[in-house]
């Protein structure tokens, strides 16, 4: 089966001739900018290759979350969580939001302690986030016969559908004037003294002030075709579906075999909750020295594997003129094929501790491609020594629930307002000012 069935959205049939900001990419970090934008007064254009969320943005498990976060990264989700619930007014459809809870299992007296040193990020916001075991557990994940002590449940957390989030978005900065342009494909960017001050697309040219990269997996080639480098590389997370099920927990549930979320069609997204899949690759082996840290922290968790995407990527342009065709032209999607050995464990550990899952029928699996950075926290801004060239890219697999507010923030650095949380973490100049660069897990 292709990808996820993502809600259709028709791209604009005229290009516009001139506009104020350009957002490259139609995931939700893209589609959040432009609305944002274009809620201040700005005119848009938001330039996809393909089709409006069909990449990582409708393929990844739907959470909203700010339990286990990056501690970089708690400020900005905290004003991701008082966004989402607004976002169906806001947009005027459906985007299946729902505030349900998290639970991250914890097996052992030592995992008990470690998620509790980890609550401790939580205390300034005043979030429930809280330790709990016993009957509370229980009510909260009902059916459960895991072997655990307790776990980490944050009642604040929820799920959203990736399917709907991204094209409702959309629709909603169309409403308020941004054009919305389908297979158009951003070769490249003009500049006139030094700065930005134009797009060349596939369909033609687009003036304006400043451009925000949201490539998703692709911003690396597209920056590197413009000189600068972005380290930046993909795993692949395979995802299944089942079709309706009654009796599962509403809240979502997190271990490290496998981890699940109730779906608004009242079947469950599941997933493993740490296996990932490698595909070595050209860029490997060029920013390997960079992902040493990161390897090291999470090396148990990835399969690695050489196969065709190396020679894929191999044959990727990595220069190309503004008068040519862009790789972007020859993959508008992509789709990589779901790993069989990992769909059929996951599920089977999920049946294991919850038995309501041996009634699941799989009505679809599916695979993405996260695209990750080597301390896994994004960049939200603009690129030194490139005026009017922002980037809003390397959301390490934490991009869906974020995505409202990292287009907020984005969209003040465009702006010039007062950011609504300090971005100083991610600032693009941190791959070459000598921070270290490595994840935190806040244990």
Not at 363 to 378: K, S
Request: hydrophobic letters at 35%.
């Amino acid at each position: 089966m292709p990808g996820p069935r993502v809600t259709p959205v028709h791209g604009d049939e005229t290009l516009p001739d001139k506009v104020d900001v350009v957002v490259i990419g139609g995931g939700i970090i893209g589609t959040s900018t432009a609305l944002e934008l274009s809620e201040k007064g700005l005119r848009v254009a938001l330039c996809e290759k393909g089709g409006i969320g069909q990449e990582q943005s409708s393929r990844n498990w739907g959470w909203v979350r700010i339990s286990r976060r990056d501690p970089r990264e708690i400020p900005l989700m905290a004003e991701a969580l008082r966004i989402w619930p607004g976002m169906n007014d806001r947009t005027g459809r459906e985007l299946g939001y729902k505030r349900t809870g998290i639970m991250f299992s914890c097996r052992t007296d030592e995992d008990m302690a470690r998620y509790e040193r980890w609550s401790e990020h939580l205390k300034p916001y005043q979030l429930d986030s809280r330790m709990v075991s016993g009957a509370e557990f229980a009510e909260v994940m009902p059916g459960c016969e895991e072997p655990v002590k307790g776990g980490l449940y944050t009642s604040v957390d929820g799920r959203a559908e990736p399917q709907l989030a991204a094209p409702a978005i959309a629709e909603a900065a169309r409403d308020r004037g941004a054009a919305i342009l389908t297979e158009t494909a951003v070769r490249g960017i003009e500049t006139s003294a030094g700065a930005v001050s134009g797009v060349v697309t596939e369909r033609g040219r687009i003036g304006c002030d400043a451009v925000v990269l949201a490539g998703g997996a692709w911003s690396r080639l597209f920056a590197g075709n413009l000189g600068i480098d972005f380290p930046q590389l993909k795993v692949m997370n395979t995802v299944l579906r089942t079709e309706p099920l009654e009796g599962g927990p509403e809240a979502a549930y997190w271990t490290s075999e496998y981890a699940f979320r109730r779906r608004k069609d009242g079947g469950y997204t599941i997933a493993s909750g740490s296996t990932n899949v490698v595909d070595i690759v050209p860029d490997s082996f060029r920013l390997a020295l960079r992902y040493l840290p990161a390897l090291q922290h999470q090396w148990r968790d990835l399969n690695f594997r050489v196969g065709p995407r190396f020679g894929q990527e191999a044959g990727y342009a990595r220069k190309w003129r503004n008068d040519e065709a862009s790789p972007f032209e020859y993959t508008r999607v992509l789709d990589p094929k779901p790993h069989p050995r990992i769909i059929k464990k996951t599920l089977k550990a999920a049946a294991k501790y919850f038995p309501v899952f041996e009634k699941a029928k799989i009505a679809q699996t599916w695979a993405g491609y996260i695209d990750v950075t080597p301390d896994a926290v994004p960049v939200i801004s603009a690129v030194d020594g490139q005026p009017g060239f922002f980037m809003a890219s390397g959301f390490s697999g934490h991009g869906f629930g974020i995505g409202p507010a990292a287009g907020r923030l984005m969209s003040e650095l465009v702006t010039g307002r007062a950011p609504c949380v300090d971005p100083h973490h991610f600032r693009f100049s941190r791959f070459s000012d000598g921070t270290k660069l490595r994840p935190d897990d806040g244990f």
